[in-house]
């Protein structure tokens, strides 16, 4: 925290002198997304600010544990028809991973933007992206913490979620000391960790399940085993009866062949674009092969969206990948 305290200072300031608020995350959100939205919802609950939670899309069915998720507005469903000056971003890598809810943004917008992505360009006025920090959601424990409030049990089992989903379970190689520090932090709280790993992490649904099942009857290696791919389309969901988020989580099982280096699901959107999700095994930045394509992420997991037909873009992601290794 020390290497950021100014950044902390400016996000501090910024929630205190303003008093009504925007709180926005990244389009299909994920588990840290939707945390982090929470997190600062609940934050600026304690300072008796006024604020608005919204997303592009409706979050995944599993976050509905956590408390006050039912008030995070979905634009799809519920549009709104007015505009706020005062924005925090969290959990966006760059500005267009606020998808539509930038249309809520004024034209004297001033933006704090919370995140933990080293392809982050900074778009906001204040800018507190801690690279190191595994997850969203522990830069948010960090700013609690350096404002001295303290947590309640909803907001700690918020926290502990972000941090869960974003380490798969504190497997990831960005489970690092203090992640594991924190977490104990928020046990403390009364968090129910074997709970939250059980529903996040292990249960499925069974349209998930069939998904899954037919997307790896597809799968497809590279000739040197070192990359591995499936493909999911609007007929697998169909067909299966699953629905976005049930794709959660896929792209791990290509990565997760003996062998293979960079393991990616290509989800078709329309005939004219793909979006890929990319998980690496250490050797290979994907962040640097997603930035390529307009895209980002992390080292070890990164996405981005191509135009193109599908074959035309598992080629040239595939030729990247390979100009990586």
Same mark, same amino acid.
């Given at each position: 925290m020390q290497t950021h305290e100014q950044e902390f200072r400016q996000a501090q300031q910024f929630l205190k002198e303003h008093d009504q608020f925007l709180v926005v995350s990244h389009v299909q959100p994920d588990g840290d997304a939707v945390s982090s939205t929470l997190v600062v919802g609940w934050?600026?609950?304690c300072l008796g600010k006024k604020y608005v939670m919204v997303n592009?899309?409706?979050?995944?069915?599993?976050?509905?544990?956590?408390?006050? *998720?039912?008030?995070?507005?979905?634009? $799809?469903?519920?549009?709104? !028809?007015?505009?706020?000056?005062?924005?925090?971003?969290?959990d966006c890598a760059d500005f267009k991973r606020t998808g539509k809810t930038s249309l809520l943004f004024s034209e004297r917008a001033c933006i704090l933007n919370i995140d933990h992505h080293p392809t982050n360009n900074g778009f906001g006025t204040f800018n507190l992206i801690v690279e190191k920090a595994a997850a969203t959601a522990e830069i948010l424990f960090d700013l609690i913490t350096f404002m001295g409030i303290k947590l309640n049990l909803a907001a700690a089992t918020a926290l502990y979620t972000g941090l869960l989903t974003d380490t798969g379970g504190f497997r990831y190689s960005n489970t690092s000391p203090k992640v594991m520090e924190t977490a $104990?932090?928020?046990?403390?709280?009364?968090?129910?960790?074997?709970?939250? *790993?059980?529903l996040f992490l292990e249960q499925m649904t069974f349209p998930q399940l069939k998904l899954l099942t037919r997307a790896l009857n597809g799968l497809q290696m590279s000739g040197d085993?070192?990359? $591995?791919?499936?493909?999911? !389309? !609007?007929?697998?969901l169909s067909a299966t009866g699953a629905i976005h988020e049930d794709m959660e989580g896929i792209v791990n099982y290509?990565?997760?062949?003996?062998?293979?280096?960079?393991?990616?699901?290509?989800?078709?959107?329309?005939?004219?674009?793909?979006?890929?999700?990319?998980? *690496?095994?250490?050797?290979? !930045?994907?962040?640097?092969v997603a930035q390529h394509f307009g895209g980002g992420g992390h080292v070890r997991a990164a996405g981005a969206r191509l135009e193109g037909k599908l074959d035309d873009v598992i080629r040239r992601v595939i030729e990247q990948v390979k100009a990586e290794l």
């Open positions: 934050l600026l609950s592009e899309g409706p979050i995944p069915k599993r976050m509905d544990i956590l408390e006050n *998720s039912e008030d995070i507005v979905d634009l $799809s469903r519920q549009p709104l !028809d007015e505009t706020f000056d005062h924005i925090i971003c969290v $104990s932090k928020l046990l403390e709280y009364g968090v129910d960790g074997p709970g939250l *790993s059980e085993g070192k990359i $591995s791919w499936v493909t999911v !389309d !609007d007929e697998d290509p990565r997760n062949i003996q062998g293979v280096e960079v393991g990616l699901l290509f989800k078709v959107i329309d005939e004219t674009a793909v979006k890929v999700s990319m998980r *690496s095994a250490g050797k290979v !930045d994907v962040a640097r």
